[in-house]
């Protein structure tokens, strides 16, 4: 009887202690519960209140728009100063006789991908340039690949034209100086100029390039120049500015390089020069009217005959003005 109180009581206090503890359980559940849902509750009301405070805001406050853009010109009050034409036709300076000079060389720097490039271009006033006209030094081929190899070794070169030297309506020159030659001048120089062309096969970076190219042909001219490591456009102005912008030859120039044809052009200047005032002053003097012929008739007796009359008239008649080209 004993052994079995004792186990009823175990029983007991094991199923109170399991009663216990699921009520505590049951309770912290719905505490829980209670709490999420308050949570929930509360944050569903603060987003509400700030959804209608932007509302009653954006109701409030007036419509503002954007300000337009301005132009640069229009709010700082200054002008924009438009950049300096390239004179792409050089035009002869006052005294240069393109008569007894009828041929030039002309120093050109233009534009490209990398550095640009300097060359020059030869021939007769008034005449297109060709793909023969173009004397420049740059590496061999299209390919850049020969361009880059040249800033470490020497590479292959040509020395005549490239895309971009003529043509396009000049729109790449960034430079041009233009002297002007005489014939036994312009024999000389286009010797030289294919002497030169024949004799650089290579092209570097460093040492020989386009620019070092444009520089000795100056020098043969008789022509300072600066040094070559810099843009063909400082180069080309440069050659110009150290030269005084002189655009003829010097006139012993002639006689260093080739005594024969400096004494064929001694005597054939002189006249080239007396001939060109003449046809610039008939060029630029304009046709006159011809006299009109006035026939008068003597109505008295005159012992003079009336064709001797009509002659003597026409040459004491006024000339009258000349209204040619005028609208």
């Known amino acids: 009887m004993l052994g079995n109180s004792k186990r009823g009581i175990r029983l007991n206090l094991t199923a109170g202690i399991c009663v216990l503890a699921l009520s505590a359980g049951w309770s912290a559940a719905r505490a829980q519960d209670t709490a999420y849902h308050e949570g929930a509750s509360s944050q569903s009301k603060q987003e509400a209140s700030a959804a209608s405070t932007d509302a009653r805001a954006s109701a409030s406050a007036p419509d503002i728009a954007a300000p337009e853009p301005q132009p640069a010109a229009a709010t700082t009050g200054e002008t924009v100063t438009p950049l300096n034409p390239v004179e792409v036709k050089p035009a002869p300076k006052p005294g240069v006789n393109t008569i007894a000079r009828p041929y030039y060389i002309e120093f050109r720097a233009r534009a490209a991908y990398n ?12 005449e297109p340039l060709t793909k023969r006209s173009v004397v420049g030094l740059h590496p061999v081929g299209e390919s850049p690949a020969s361009w880059l190899i040249g800033h470490v070794v020497p590479v292959p070169s040509e020395t005549g034209w490239s895309d971009g030297d003529i043509g396009y309506n000049d729109r790449y020159i960034t430079a041009k100086y233009r002297v002007y030659l005489t014939e036994a001048e312009y024999r000389v120089v286009t010797a030289k100029l294919r002497e030169m062309q024949n004799s650089s096969p290579i092209w570097s ?70 001939t060109a005032p003449q046809t610039e002053q008939a060029q630029a003097q304009p ?40 609208r």
């Open 205 to 274: 970076a460093e040492l020989y390039n386009c620019v070092a190219f444009v520089g000795d042909i100056a020098a043969f001219l008789g022509m300072q120049h600066p040094f070559h490591w810099v843009m063909p456009k400082e180069y080309i102005e440069g050659i110009r500015a150290m030269n005084g912008g002189r655009q003829e030859m010097p006139s012993r120039w002639l006689e260093t390089v080739n005594p024969r044809l400096a004494a064929q052009q001694a005597a054939q200047l002189p006249h080239a020069q007396h």
């Open 115 to 126: 550095y640009g490039h300097a060359f020059v271009v030869h021939g007769r006033v008034g």
């Open 287 to 326: 046709p006159t009217a011809a006299p009109q012929k006035a026939a008068s008739r003597t109505r008295s007796g005159s012992s003079i005959p009336r064709r001797q009359q009509a002659s003597a008239t026409e040459a004491t008649a006024p000339v009258p003005s000349s209204y040619a080209g005028v």
